[in-house]
């Protein structure tokens, strides 16, 4: 336990473990690393390459370092390669890589790299369905293409679409935005606000055919990281002025309060019978994360939000976060489990767990709003 670590000595922590990754890491990016803190690499930045990126956005968002402001340029260049990738996941790769830091500097390229995003992803929603599908180069092993979806998808690409709007005017491109969240809340969200991570549908005719999950217990649990995006997601969809979603969000985020361990901290899928189910931080940092968001947006329920949130967050803080002291380990957040279905980085730090417990803590800190992000 790290009783004594503050929140701000947290992110300080978290910082400098990023900024070394930063400057000693010639190819790929961050993806999940093992109790010794050595990353494993994707090479082209996978789904979760946005992710590192964003963090080093946020880590220079209060300051005017230009070293570390030109770092993560140039980091966020290196996703050009995939502007053209078939794959829903350049909502996470383009808005935290790319569209955050073209919002932080105003630069050019970055803006024209995300709006070049943005285009590609606006083109491929299926006009039937009117959602923007995984895609043939999704990250999951099977089950992708053209008529494969997953809550995953939401959060992201709905801000990135919104943002290109705010861009250049075009409404175009939030129509498919609120489109592409509508379609993912009819096919994968429950009466009851459960969400089942995945979907498929009829590519010609637009219906859905089966919802099933790529990771969860079973086809009918609730993954804990689909209940996390799912609530990001619906309210990033309420964020860009959608009232309609801000229900749907408030349900999502009543089910996940009410399930929630004593402790604060997500099991992996909230259906494992197993008392001895392991953990996912990386889902408690996206609900999180979720939450501040939702409570800025609800003042009605602005409290409860918050407060749920606030004891997630400082029990990962508490609990999770390696303190300065640990080594090669120092500034992880720990024992995120990515893919229990086929054993992968069971226990280990997952670089969008990361980044999300930084957005928060920037949040609760006050050094810096990041409701939009």
Request: with cysteine; net charge negative.
């Amino acid at each position: 336990m790290n009783e004594w670590m503050t929140r701000t000595e947290a992110l300080a922590v978290m910082a400098a473990r990023a900024q070394q990754t930063a400057r000693t890491t010639p190819a790929g990016f961050p993806h999940h690393a093992d109790s010794s803190g050595a990353w494993t690499l994707s090479p082209d930045g996978d789904w979760t390459g946005g992710f590192f990126v964003a963090q080093l956005w946020l880590n220079c968002a209060t300051g005017t370092d230009a070293e570390a402001l030109d770092r993560a340029t140039e980091w966020a260049l290196r996703l050009a390669p995939r502007v053209d990738s078939p794959t829903i996941f350049r909502g996470f790769l383009f808005w935290y890589g790319v569209a955050l830091g073209a919002q932080r500097t105003n630069d050019e390229r970055l803006s024209e790299l995300a709006l070049a995003a943005a285009r590609t992803l606006a083109a491929d929603q299926n006009p039937h369905a009117g959602v923007i599908a995984l895609g043939t180069a999704a990250e999951e092993a099977h089950d992708v293409g053209d008529g494969e979806t997953n809550i995953d998808g939401v959060p992201g690409t709905v801000l990135l679409l919104d943002w290109a709007t705010r861009h250049t005017g075009d409404e175009s491109f939030r129509r498919v935005a609120i489109e592409h969240a509508a379609g993912h809340r009819a096919m994968c969200i429950r009466p009851d606000g459960g969400v089942i991570q995945s979907a498929s549908f009829d590519t010609a005719t637009g219906a859905q055919t089966r919802r099933y999950t790529h990771k969860g217990y079973t086809d009918e649990s609730v993954w804990g990281r689909a209940q996390a995006w799912g609530l990001l997601g619906m309210t990033h969809a309420a964020l860009i002025d959608e009232p309609e979603f801000l229900d749907t969000a408030r349900t999502l985020a009543d089910w996940w309060i009410d399930r929630l361990p004593s402790d604060g901290i997500a099991r992996w899928d909230f259906d494992d019978p197993d008392p001895a189910a392991p953990i996912d931080t990386s889902a408690t940092a996206i609900g999180s994360a979720a939450l501040l968001k939702l409570a800025h947006l609800d003042p009605q329920n602005h409290d409860r939000y918050a407060a749920f949130a606030t004891r997630s967050i400082d029990a990962l803080v508490r609990d999770h976060v390696a303190p300065a002291n640990s080594g090669g380990s120092a500034g992880m957040l720990q024992h995120g489990l990515y893919n229990k279905r086929i054993g992968l980085a069971m226990d280990d730090e997952l670089v969008w767990g990361t980044y999300y417990l930084t957005e928060a803590l920037m949040q609760l800190t006050g050094r810096l709003d990041t409701t939009r992000m």
